[in-house]
């Protein structure tokens, strides 16, 4: 390997073949095609995987982990193989006009129960016949094939196409897309199918999210009802505030829940909805008049029900801001009264502190006569040993004047021992 080789990007390789992946084969009209689209949960990809590339390995091809995608020749058939973010379509592609446009869709398998190994559920199963440019079929024989109530029709890639359509299920279970072809070359021809297929499977998962929104919508109403309830007992102080606070902490957790339950399906809807009109643009249309087109159907139909899971998403965002904005106000107010019960509390123990000082002072009087008393006493029994030795000595003279000397020596001596005290907690203070 060359040192310029050695300086390759470490995803060169991986995003060439992402660029190259998706890429529809080319189709010659007339042609029928068959699409079966699955979901498939990311816990049953190892399977679908193992499934597929056993499948690649009969026919002799190769699928690796990176591969999105995969095309092998079936039984006189070609099989396309797409993996997408939560669902996979299997489309077959069967050259040649039948003798019947739209049959059952499970004619198009190898054997009836040949999907019966791949995981997943089925989304759905759509229809497609290309009928050649030099084609017999009348106008009106191919609208017959459709409902007249919902039928649409309109011309694509600049009117080298025409398609007909009426997105719903017929008697055998499948959706049903027709289409003209009026100057395609066999690339335009894959490119235009792909991309009718992309639509109307972004379409229908973009409508994922609206069962989602409409539960949603009835838990909403309630919680705003809940929370201008609460909002007005804020106001009002009727209520302990403790309590209230516990009210909100219990809406704000529901509607966090409600949030973590369908924000993601959501999100994805409005995804979808964007790609579908990312394809509806790609399709070049041109309206006919009298006939509703592709464009006005997504109108009508799908942009309301994004409208609502996008006005779901909003509300569950400004019911989280309002709840958040409702506890902080709450809390404020609780912290403002036990700051308060606070002061209050400091202001009663300093007034005990005083009154306990008073009573120290009070005390410590006291105690110069207690200590006086008992410092008499000795002096009492001191004089009396003396005079028992020395009988001559006056005791009714020195117990005159022991008193003064007690209580002055007492007194001083409580006094210095005061002092000394205070000068030792001024020089511990910092």
């Known amino acids: 390997m060359s040192r310029f080789q050695q300086r390759n990007h470490p995803q060169r390789d991986l995003l060439d073949q992402e660029l190259r992946q998706r890429t529809f084969p080319a189709l010659q009209a007339p042609c029928r095609l068959c699409q079966f689209v699955l979901t498939v949960s990311p816990s049953s990809r190892s399977t679908e995987f193992s499934q597929m590339q056993q499948l690649a390995a009969q026919q002799g091809a190769q699928l690796k982990e990176t591969d999105n995608d995969l095309n092998l020749s079936l039984y006189g058939a070609i099989l396309r193989w797409e993996k997408h973010g939560e669902f996979s379509s299997y489309t077959f592609i069967q050259p040649g006009?039948?003798?019947e446009l739209f049959d059952d869709p499970l004619d198009f398998l190898p054997a009836k129960d040949w999907l019966e190994p791949f995981p997943g559920q089925?989304?759905?199963v759509i229809q497609l016949s290309v009928l050649a440019t030099d084609s017999t079929s009348q106008?009106?024989?191919?609208?017959?094939?459709?409902?007249?109530?919902?039928?649409?029709?309109s011309y694509l890639a600049e009117q080298k196409a025409r398609i007909w359509t009426d997105f719903q299920k017929h008697a055998e279970g499948a959706g049903r897309m027709l289409m003209q072809d009026r100057g395609l070359s066999p690339a335009q021809l894959g490119r235009l199918v792909q991309q009718l297929f992309d639509l109307g499977n972004y379409r229908k998962l973009s409508l994922l999210g609206w069962p989602l929104a409409r539960k949603a919508i009835t838990q909403l109403n309630t919680l705003e009802q809940q929370l201008s309830y609460i909002t007005q007992r804020i106001e009002q102080a009727e209520q302990h505030d403790e309590s209230l606070l516990a009210e909100l902490t219990r809406m704000a957790a529901q509607t966090e829940h409600l949030i973590a339950e369908n924000s993601s399906r959501l999100q994805?809807?409005?995804?979808?909805?964007?790609l579908a009109l990312d394809r509806i643009k790609s399709l070049n249309e041109t309206p006919i008049d009298g006939l509703l087109s592709l464009q006005d159907f997504t109108e009508r139909r799908l942009t309301p029900a994004f409208r609502t899971s996008e006005s779901v998403l909003f509300r569950q965002q400004g019911l989280s801001n309002r709840l958040g904005r409702c506890t902080e106000l709450l809390r404020t107010r609780i912290s403002l009264k036990l700051e308060q019960q606070n002061q209050r509390?400091?202001?009663s123990m300093d007034q005990r502190a005083r009154l306990q000082l008073k009573l120290q002072h009070m005390v410590e009087g006291l105690s110069v006569v207690a200590i006086s008393?008992?410092?008499m006493q000795l002096c009492q029994h001191?004089?009396?040993a003396l005079q028992y030795w020395w009988p001559e000595l006056n005791s009714e003279l020195w117990h005159s004047l022991s008193l003064p000397l007690v209580i002055s020596s007492v007194a001083l001596l409580l006094y210095a021992f005061r002092r000394r005290l205070k000068r030792a907690e001024r020089t511990a203070q910092p």
């Open 373 to 375: 008393y008992y410092a």
């Open 268 to 274: 994805a809807s409005a995804a979808y909805y964007q």
């Open 345 to 347: 509390l400091l202001a």
């Open 122 to 124: 089925v989304f759905r």
């Open 382 to 384: 001191g004089i009396r």
């Open 139 to 153: 106008e009106q024989d191919i609208a017959a094939m459709f409902n007249p109530d919902h039928c649409i029709s």
């Open 97 to 99: 006009s039948g003798t």
